[in-house]
């Protein structure tokens, strides 16, 4: 098949396209886009394709055509664009114009590359907290449901009043618009659909290094005490080995502690936790907020819905009901290739169940057990109230790195 040339294209259309790129698109005999970018040719002689639905079934109609083709697309193609999906399927050469973030840090006289990108144009804001929580400057690209309104609103929820925001609408257009925000003004305020935004840190967030003090979050009363010590949370999340991109389970989350470090972790990956306690699902939720993570939490006693969970690269199991070969035979199932399954016991019956389920599903355990404790002030001296010790197993599947 013939070569397919991806022409970037401004808001302003073909009056700032350089002229050999326009020759091209005139020249071609079937010109593919969008709607708004095929409106910018009404005068084109030749076939048009619009864009819609699946582009996978763009690839299917393009793979065998013959006629000279031309794409036009919105700015940079490869920048969260349609040539980042097509560059492997099909054989194109990519002519870039300049893209809406570059446009929108030029209104601002700011420099962008030492920014964070983030696009939220056709999917969902679940984890922009944490991806975005501590960022010095972020630029989000948007659509109509994801508006900037609809971020600002999402970013409030979250308390994080420490950024401005820039939105540019229209950038390169006719009636384009360029406006500095606080979070509140923003979330009232109405715009095109066609913008992006950058956020700026102005002044010191709340940061929260691994290791966060139990005191921290907020736990059930009068029963104090129900949630992953500090020490013992730090030595568990370290044998699930995450990445920025790791998807993680928590079962039997309680507070939340877990896999709320799990996701500062990965902040590009999911995390999914599930509770049976509605009182501790709601306790969770506001350690969710405090502590600016956005995760998949249910209410649900495991193994039952963990089929609404991703395929995970890691799985901490800080409680098990005394049911640990149903929910083993799940966890190990699903596991992806390499992957680390964590679990917390406090008695020898728990670890003795668990080392034998995991070698019976073809996996090996590592065994660490944790006696911590703390210092206490008595008069002028010091003495040590120990912690409940832990058997933390960490466990692979045999024949994985």
């Not at 050999?20 to 886009?33: K, T």
Request: aromatic share 8%; with cysteine; net charge neutral.
């Amino acid at each position: 098949m013939r070569v397919i040339k991806l022409i970037g294209i401004g808001a302003d259309g073909k009056a700032s396209l350089p002229r050999l790129y326009e020759r091209w698109i005139y020249e071609s005999e079937l010109l593919v886009g969008g709607e708004r970018h095929l409106a910018f040719f009404p005068d084109y002689q030749g076939e048009t394709l619009t864009i819609r639905g699946s582009l996978s079934q763009l690839v299917e109609r393009l793979r065998h055509e013959t006629k000279r083709t031309v794409i036009i697309a919105s700015g940079d193609p490869m920048f969260y664009g349609i040539g980042s999906y097509l560059a492997d399927k099909l054989p194109i050469e990519v002519y870039p114009t300049v893209s809406s973030v570059q446009w929108a840090f030029a209104k601002m006289g700011e420099k962008w590359q030492d920014a964070e990108f983030i696009s939220v144009h056709g999917r969902s804001m679940k984890g922009l907290a944490q991806r975005i929580d501590g960022c010095e400057k972020v630029a989000i690209l948007t659509d109509e449901t994801n508006s900037p309104n609809a971020i600002a609103k999402y970013l409030l929820s979250y308390g994080m009043t420490e950024y401005r925001a820039f939105v540019g609408e229209n950038l390169g257009g006719r009636d384009e618009r360029c406006r500095f925000f606080e979070l509140e003004e923003m979330a009232d305020a109405e715009f095109s659909p066609l913008n992006v935004v950058i956020l700026q840190k102005t002044k010191a967030g709340p940061a929260w290094p691994l290791g966060i003090d139990d005191d921290e979050f907020l736990q059930r009363k009068p029963e104090k005490g129900l949630i992953t010590k500090k020490e013992i949370r730090v030595l568990s999340i370290s044998a699930l080995r995450l990445h920025a991109e790791s998807v993680v389970w928590d079962i039997g989350t309680c507070t939340g502690s877990v896999a709320i470090e799990a996701a500062k972790i990965a902040r590009e990956g999911a995390v999914f936790a599930i509770e049976k306690n509605a009182h501790d699902i709601e306790i969770c939720k506001e350690n969710l907020k405090k502590f600016r993570v956005d995760l998949t939490l249910v209410h649900g006693k495991a193994p039952e819905h963990l089929d609404k969970f991703a395929d995970p690269d890691a799985v901490f199991i800080g409680g098990t009901s005394g049911e640990i070969r149903p929910l083993l035979d799940v966890c190990c199932r699903r596991l992806k290739r390499n992957g680390r399954i964590v679990i917390n016991a406090v008695t020898i019956e728990t670890l003795a169940q668990a080392v034998e389920a995991l070698k019976q599903r073809g996996f090996q355990a590592d065994i660490t057990l944790a006696q911590i404790s703390r210092s206490k002030p008595i008069l002028e001296l010091t003495r040590f109230d120990a912690l409940n010790p832990i058997y933390i197993i960490a466990a692979k599947r045999e024949g994985d790195e």
